[in-house]
Every structure is written in C-alpha cells, then in structure tokens.
C-alpha cells in the first residue's frame, strides 16, 4: 500500500506565499512522474504542475513565474513553492504521484493524496 500525505496548505492574503509538501510512503520502487492539481468550488480539477524523476518540470499557463515544483527522489517527497498567490489560486491542492510498488506484488499505479485547502484572500 501506497499512500501520499500532504501538508502546507492554509489561508494567505493575496500576493503572499505557501508551500506545499507531499510525501509518499510505503512499498515504493520508484516514482516517475510527481504532481500537483487543484480543484475549485464547482471546476474541474486541473493540472498545476508535474515534475519527472530527472526534474523535467511542467507548468499551467496560469501558474507560470509564481510556483515553483522541486522533489527529493532519494524522500520520494514533492514541494510546490507559491508565490504571488491571487484569489483565484484558491482550490484544494492534490498531490498526485506515478508509482511503481513491490507489494503485495510488484506493480504500476497513480496515486492521490487526500487534499490540502489553499485559500487566498483579497
């Protein structure tokens, strides 16, 4: 069993900053592809950003120039660094993770976390 916790989330002005944190625990091989998306009141979650195992980052537009993603391979832990936050950041942030696992059986799978609340004020 695999499991994803994030922490970091919280209530921040507008123009402020968090960071978020994801930590994958378990049964772990390796971890390809590690992430965040966002889901807001009555949207469809979207992509934020993702990282690889050898650091290839992506970015929503959106995001761009504010976030920064980073992991440690060797914690099997992702961050998310924001900045100059806006209102419309606010979401609930999931971690999301490509794991490959031994047991019970060695194995493929993509993982969620349970959620982190981000809530940026005006």
């Known amino acids: 069993q695999v499991q994803l916790v994030e922490s970091g989330g919280g209530l921040v002005q507008a123009g402020g900053s968090l960071r978020l944190s994801c930590a994958a625990s378990?049964?772990?091989?390796?971890?390809?592809?590690m992430g965040w998306f966002r889901q807001a009141p009555g949207k469809q979650r979207e992509l934020v950003a993702t990282?690889?195992?050898?650091?290839?980052?992506n970015y929503a537009d959106s995001v761009k120039g504010r976030f920064t993603i980073s992991r440690d391979n060797a914690k099997n832990t992702v961050h998310m660094q924001m900045n100059s936050l806006k209102p419309e950041d606010t979401a609930v942030y999931y971690c999301?993770?490509?794991?490959?696992?031994?047991?019970?059986?060695?194995?493929?799978?993509?993982?969620w976390g349970q959620g982190t609340q981000v809530t940026v004020s005006s």
């Open positions: 999301n993770a490509d794991v490959i696992f031994s047991s019970p059986y060695y194995g493929r799978r993509n993982y």
């Open positions: 378990g049964r772990i091989v390796s971890i390809n592809v």
């Open positions: 990282i690889t195992s050898l650091g290839t980052t």
